[in-house]
């Protein structure tokens, strides 16, 4: 069964830094692409950053220049740099991958609990 489990959330100043982390487990035979999406209360979950297995990112354009995004291929891991946070940034932030559990089995989408980052102004 695959699982995702985030880490590394939490309450910083405006101005300050996080680095959040998403660890896959579990039944994998590939994982393309791993990303990060954020929900913050009213709104719509948006892309924040996503990653392909080759290294080619994508980020949302709130957060280009001020985070970054990584993976390791090896450790099955995806972590997020998040720099220059600002109050807006506030959301959950989820874990995302697409992975096939086999040679014969198709892409599914699968996402982590989420985990809270608060920035206070």
């Known amino acids: 069964q695959v699982q995702l489990v985030e880490s590394g959330g939490g309450l910083v100043q405006a101005g300050g830094y996080l680095r959040l982390s998403c660890v896959v487990s579990?039944?994998?035979?590939?994982?393309?692409?791993m990303g990060w999406y954020r929900q913050a209360p009213g709104k719509q979950r948006e892309l924040v950053a996503s990653i392909t297995s080759s290294g080619i990112t994508q980020y949302g354009d709130s957060v280009k220049g001020r985070f970054t995004i990584s993976r390791d291929n090896a450790k099955n891991t995806v972590n997020l740099q998040l720099n220059s946070l600002k109050p807006e940034d506030t959301a959950v932030y989820y874990c995302n991958a697409g992975i096939r559990e086999g040679y014969y089995r198709e892409y599914k989408d699968f996402w982590g609990q989420g985990t809270q980052v608060t920035v206070s102004s």
């Open positions: 579990g039944t994998i035979f590939t994982i393309n692409p």
